[in-house]
């Protein structure tokens, strides 16, 4: 995954120091006693690095694609925090795996990790994961963006950039027939050309309040992306807050 070693430059745009404080406040709001978390789907690291020292808490970072965490770990002993870095999938993270007997307090999956699960079934059995992460009473903030989002804005995005000596070029497009968002990256890497694909499928909040439900988790709330006002048929981006009940 080439798209690794430039990620950082193609989300320059992204405030990771707003997603940090908001998901501060919704843990401080929603859980109970939280000292531990796990990130799924944590890419570069560039969210573990801002929100584990806002509660010093137990860090445990993870995503699907080694590339991605090899970049968080450099990012991570570079900042010097204590945060381990390893390597789980959404449908398959499991506390075994993880090499752990207790669950989380909480687990944080947000910036569209949901939307690469391409099956609304994929999202039902990450949930599932989530839940048995949890320990009893643990919560979760998971989001994801909404086909609303897709069609307010323009259906076809495309810029370019370079970031010391690797360059890329970005393509975006959704595609209301399938419902899917489509986003190429031509990438020239130490004089090689690389092309990647990602491939991401919008959801609306219904569909992911059956999943939750499905999974055995229950909402505390669905807020429209990054207020504390109720999520709706038209928002954007949706941040979930889910709990794992005590028996
Ligand atoms: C849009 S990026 C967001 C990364 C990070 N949360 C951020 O805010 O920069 C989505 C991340 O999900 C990861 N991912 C996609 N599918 C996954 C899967 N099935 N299991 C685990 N991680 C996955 C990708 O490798 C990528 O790092």
């Not at 993880?98 to 947000?110: E, H, M, N, S």
């Amino acid at each position: 995954m080439v798209l690794a070693e430039v990620y950082d430059a193609v989300m320059d745009h992204v405030d990771y120091d707003r997603w940090a404080r908001y998901l501060h406040t919704c843990l401080e709001t929603h859980g109970e006693s939280v000292t531990s978390i796990l990130e799924l789907g944590g890419g570069t690291g560039s969210l573990a690095v801002r929100l584990q020292p806002m509660g010093g808490y137990r860090y445990v970072m993870t995503d699907g694609a080694p590339a991605m965490v090899r970049q968080a770990r450099q990012k991570v002993d570079a900042a010097g925090l204590p945060i381990r870095c390893d390597v789980a999938g959404f449908t398959t993270v499991s506390l075994q795996g993880l090499g752990r007997k207790d669950g989380f307090d909480a687990i944080v999956l947000v910036y569209d990790g949901l939307n690469y699960l391409r099956q609304i079934d994929e999202v039902r059995l990450c949930l599932e994961r989530v839940r048995r992460c949890l320990r009893p009473g643990g919560v979760a903030v998971v989001d994801h963006a909404t086909p609303a989002n897709s069609e307010d804005h323009d259906r076809e995005f495309f810029d370019r950039g370079t970031v010391e000596g690797t360059s890329y070029v970005r393509c975006s497009r959704y595609d209301a027939g399938t419902g899917l968002h489509r986003t190429t990256f031509d990438i020239v890497h130490a004089g090689t050309h690389y092309k990647e694909e990602h491939v991401q499928r919008p959801y609306a909040p219904a569909a992911i309040e059956d999943a939750i439900e499905q999974s055995g988790l229950h909402v505390s709330a669905a807020y429209d992306g990054f207020t504390f006002d109720p999520a709706h048929e038209r928002s954007h981006r949706v941040h979930w807050l889910l709990e794992r009940r005590k028996q």
